[in-house]
């Protein structure tokens, strides 16, 4: 703990901890100071002069260095002026009048002032109701202006600011928030002022415009309604919307978020999710979210949604009963016996896999998990320890990123990770080409696509570096599915755990393993007993199969191939898919708005999410359809209630033992404070009131060393001459059925792009923007030719989920297409 | 008590009958043939009022529905564009509706409304024989325009409708 020292504020003596901010001093003892640019997180600036305050501070005698004594007390000395809080640091001694007259009237001519040039449209502004503008008038300001009205500063109204955000110059008090949060927190710098005095405005300093994918924050940080976003539009007033927890299902971060809802007539008078906030939680996410997670949630709501369940008959799906068609999909499952197989995907919650897996482990059958990324087994044995924050890594500790790129796969893990590193961690960052962490990385380390274990083998072996990581108090090694499929990911895993193991770094808290898998609760599933399937089309051919949550003909041709040959297929979905069109019978399935259950994040945290809008027609949650098909093969499994399941679970699974909800919903003070009572502070962030969620124990931890099974290496692949290394890499905004569905990101998503070298693309003729065919063994697509030098000479980038089949790395070719059609 | 006593009296009664009867102007109103006029202030069934140019004075603020007392006003707003203008600056009401069962007359909407665009106007007469009817939607309560053109949404110059708040002067009645 750090030092404290005694301050005086308003009369109240108190404690606080020495070297902190008078604003967040003062908060802690519980006193209000107004501010709108000062932000806890964010260094103080002094912009907004809002904070104006008496502080006194006790004189010292200039020979002895002693506080001269008065009348039995120190005796203190005051400037002439009011001093700003905000960029105060509190000193022992120091006395602070925040309502003395004369700092009351600072902070009112501050207010009236900030109100000279403020267009006052609050009925027609997205802000409006949770305004710190608002608030503060409210409290410290004045009723009436003295300034002349036609002498306001008028701006063209809001002007879009990227294709998310809007700005409202008009409405802007420079606080600087916004452009500090970029800099400071986001490290993109993106935003900056243009002007001075009355004419100064915020403006986007990047190509594309505000070139961030956490530009929402932003939003959420402007003390007025200068930045809202384009998804909330006129969505309705803050005070309209009921809020409800949940959990972002985008990538296995686990950001916590609240769901504001509403009533919309356009869609009949049902309560929609009007919009996406973050919810505190400082050892997930802080305050922060993507704009994946905010703008990403409108495939709940997507028009092809499955609302009935349908059976196949004479060769067209048709409309049926639930009775019917579990009954259907029962009898095939119980018919087909050792030849019944699971197949689910990673946005499912746990308790909907812990009954995936139980049906099949009671029907004699499979539980495969629908992924390219192995290493699971690995992380629940050296998995980070309970208890880890990234935000306590610092000085003297380490994190290992290999195979990943964190911005474009979890980036609030970027940008945490950024964090601990800005604080002066090692950040070793382990790539075959340059993302954008390297510019924070202590050391970057480049290899060869393939050579990943070869390279981790090499980097512990001898270097500065190397001594750092295997010294540090704490170290955390990211390991992602960047140019890797199935086998070279649980290969690289079992290194990574191999090297936490020997230089101690496994069983404590802020030390372990951390997988950047593909799916929020990738995680879960392995807890639960799934495991991917390398050759998944051989698994599916000729069997009775049960999809749940996953779209394998839509994403492979091979794997439909293989559907198509198997004996039964049904399919439990959210949305009409590739895979829906060729199912025997299908079921529709609630999303994670409509239902309770819990996820289990890459860090290992079992987190709650909460109903929040009523289901969608006659879907049920994923664990009931999959205790009703159970019934029907004569296996009970719970089906009532999630909190059962995730009892029953609790009580099978052992990481996941004396875990309940309740416990789950438990909450603990949070700081910084935020929330609805404390906007003009934190920002408009939610407060967490319904559930930190609990880090499962990882096998290290209780049981010391670990045995870490070797996984046999496949040999690199080297490709000839003129021809290409396929490699999958991933990228944020994808065509996946949960982000594909939201208008506002379609631009960022764009079309499925091949990234070259320039010389590679010299080397067979094809310029930048041209269409080119990709004829790879097991790969076969059309995509458009992007040049970009940090890509290694003689490999292509392939996104995943773009309409490409790519799985793990391929040798083969890339020709222009014929029609040698251009690039829209 | 004489005889005569009774009939003087009835009679007085009856002339003082006579008298209102031919010389007094009567008070009762032939309704629904023929209307009272309302106080200067009275509340009645709402009206969203226009600008004389026909443009919504309604903003879809949303504040009227915020002040209600009983929940009777709901409101949601979508953006105004200069091809289809609704109302002046950024944001109109795209749907306005009242419920009339639950709303008490107390007229809190048009305190709180910055524009002036929800009034309780004189009609009084409002009878329903099923709820939905009781619903009144935004046609239902906006001001009827003189001529065709006035409707809304109208096509506007660009730059000339981009503040949503009139500037307003003190109510005189």
């Known amino acids: 703990m750090s030092k404290q020292v005694t301050i005086t504020i308003n009369g109240k003596q108190v404690q606080v901890p020495d070297g902190s901010g008078l604003v967040d001093a003062a908060k802690l003892a519980g006193v209000d100071i107004p501010v709108f640019c000062h932000h806890p997180k964010l260094e103080p600036a002094g912009m907004c002069r809002m904070c104006l305050v008496e502080i006194g501070r006790p004189m010292l005698d200039p020979k002895t260095k002693e506080p001269i004594m008065e009348n039995g007390a120190p005796k203190i000395q005051y400037l002439p002026k009011l001093e700003t809080a905000c960029t105060n640091r509190v000193s022992e001694g120091m006395v602070v009048l925040t309502q003395s007259e004369k700092a009351k009237a600072g902070q009112y001519s501050t207010l009236e002032f900030l109100l000279t040039s403020h267009p006052l449209d609050c009925p027609i502004c997205d802000k409006g109701g949770e305004c710190s503008l608002q608030d503060l008038t409210m409290r410290h300001g004045p009723g009436k202006t003295r300034f002349n009205f036609d002498e306001k500063k008028h701006f063209e109204k809001p002007i879009p600011l990227g294709d998310l955000i809007y700005l409202d110059r008009e409405r802007c008090i420079h606080c600087a928030r916004c452009v500090r949060f970029q800099d400071q927190i986001a490290g993109e710098p993106v935003l900056d002022f243009e002007d001075r005095g009355r004419g100064m405005q915020i403006v986007s300093i990047s190509d594309p415009e505000f070139d961030s994918v956490f530009s929402g924050n932003t939003s959420d940080l402007c003390p007025v309604g200068a930045l809202t976003t384009a998804d909330f539009r006129f969505g309705a007033r803050p005070w309209e919307l009921q809020a409800e927890a949940s959990i972002c299902t985008q990538c296995p971060v686990g950001c916590n978020l609240t769901l504001n809802t509403r009533r919309e007539v356009k869609v009949g008078g049902e309560v929609v999710v009007k919009r996406v906030m973050p919810r505190q939680n400082e050892e997930v996410n802080e305050i922060w979210i993507c704009d994946k997670g905010r703008f990403g949630h409108h495939y709940t709501e997507s028009k092809k949604r499955l609302v009935k369940p349908f059976i196949r008959k004479d060769d067209k799906l048709v409309r049926a009963s639930w009775d019917a068609a579990t009954k259907l999909a029962g009898e095939n499952f119980a018919a087909a016996k050792k030849n019944f197989v699971v197949l689910a995907g990673g946005r499912l919650s746990n308790e909907d896999l812990f009954n995936l897996k139980s049906l099949a482990d009671h029907a004699g059958g499979t539980a495969l998990l629908y992924s390219d990324m192995g290493g699971g087994e690995l992380t629940q044995l050296v998995g980070v320890g309970a208890g880890t924050n990234l935000a306590n890594l610092g000085q003297g500790d380490a994190i290992l990123v290999v195979a990943s790129d964190l911005y474009e796969e979890a980036p609030i893990w970027w940008l945490r990770v950024k964090q601990a590193a800005d604080r002066g961690a090692t950040l070793i960052v382990v790539n075959p080409r340059e993302t954008k962490l390297d510019r924070f990385a202590t050391s970057t380390i480049r290899y060869e696509y393939g050579e990943e274990t070869k390279a981790l083998a090499e980097f512990s072996k001898k270097g500065k570096v190397a001594d750092e990581f295997a010294k540090a108090k704490n170290a955390i090694i990211f390991f992602g599915s960047e140019g890797l499929g199935l086998s070279g990911t649980s290969g690289l895993a079992s290194a990574c755990a191999t090297l936490l193991q020997e230089t101690g770094h496994t069983g404590r808290a802020n030390n372990g393993l951390i997988g950047v898998w593909p799916r929020a609760n990738d995680q879960g599933a392995f807890e639960i007993g799934f495991q991917p399937e390398a050759d998944l089309d051989k698994a599916l051919k000729g069997k009775s199969v049960y999809i749940v949550g996953a779209d394998p003909v839509g994403d492979d041709p091979i794997l439909a191939k293989a559907l198509s040959g198997a004996k039964f297929v049904a399919v439990q979905e959210l949305l009409e898919t590739a895979t829906t069109e060729i199912a025997d019978v299908v079921f529709p399935a609630q999303a994670f708005t409509e239902r309770e259950g819990t996820y289990t994040s890459g860090e290992r945290r079992v987190q709650r999410f909460y109903a929040a809008v009523a289901p969608k027609g006659d879907s049920k949650p994923d664990f009931a359809i999959t205790s009703l098909v159970a019934k029907q093969m004569g296996i009970i499994l719970e089906g009532s209630s999630a909190s059962v399941v995730f009892d029953i679970l609790s009580h099978s699974v052992d990481a996941f033992a004396e875990l309940s909800y309740a416990r789950l919903a438990e909450t603990k003070p949070q700081w910084p404070i935020v929330g609805r009572g404390d906007m003009y502070y934190g920002g408009t962030t939610y407060e967490n009131t319904k559930g930190l969620g609990i880090q499962l124990i990882p096998t290290a931890q209780t049981e010391g060393t670990v045995r870490i099974p070797k996984v046999r290496k496949e040999a690199a692949l080297h490709p000839k001459e003129k021809e290409f290394l396929a490699v999958p890499i991933n990228q944020l905004y994808d065509l996946g059925v949960m982000c594909a569905s939201a208008e506002l990101l379609e631009k960022h998503i764009g079309t499925a792009t091949v990234r070259v070298h320039s010389s590679s693309a010299q080397k067979i003729g094809v310029e930048a923007g041209q269409m080119v065919k990709l004829s790879f063994d097991g790969l076969d697509g059309e995509a458009l030719l992007k040049v970009d030098d940090t890509v290694p000479v003689g490999v292509a980038l392939v996104p995943r989920s773009m309409g490409l089949a790519i799985h793990e790395p391929l040798v083969g070719s890339l020709q222009l297409r014929s029609q040698s059609g251009k690039g829209k | ?173």
């Open chain 2, 1 to 173: 008590m004489g005889v005569f006593e009774p009939i003087i009296e009835l009679s007085k009664g009856l002339g003082e009958v006579l008298r209102s009867f031919l010389f007094e102007k009567t008070v009762t109103y032939q309704y629904p043939e023929e209307k009272r006029p309302v106080r200067p202030r009275f509340r009645g069934r709402h009206v969203l009022n226009r600008y004389d140019n026909g443009l919504e004075k309604c903003i879809g603020c949303s504040l009227c529905a915020a002040a209600c007392p009983s929940d009777a006003i709901f409101v949601e707003a979508s953006e105004n564009t200069d091809e289809k203008r609704f109302s002046p600056g950024e944001r109109y009401a795209s749907t306005y509706e009242i419920n009339m069962l639950r709303c008490i007359y107390c007229g809190f909407c048009e305190d709180a409304c910055p524009t002036e665009a929800i009034t309780l106007g004189d009609n009084y007469e409002l009878t329903f024989t099923d709820r939905k009817q009781a619903l009144y939607t935004k046609d239902m309560l906006l001001e009827p325009v003189r001529a065709t053109e006035m409707l809304t949404p109208q096509k506007t110059e660009p730059g000339v409708f981009t503040r949503s708040v009139p500037e307003m002067k003190n109510p005189t009645d």
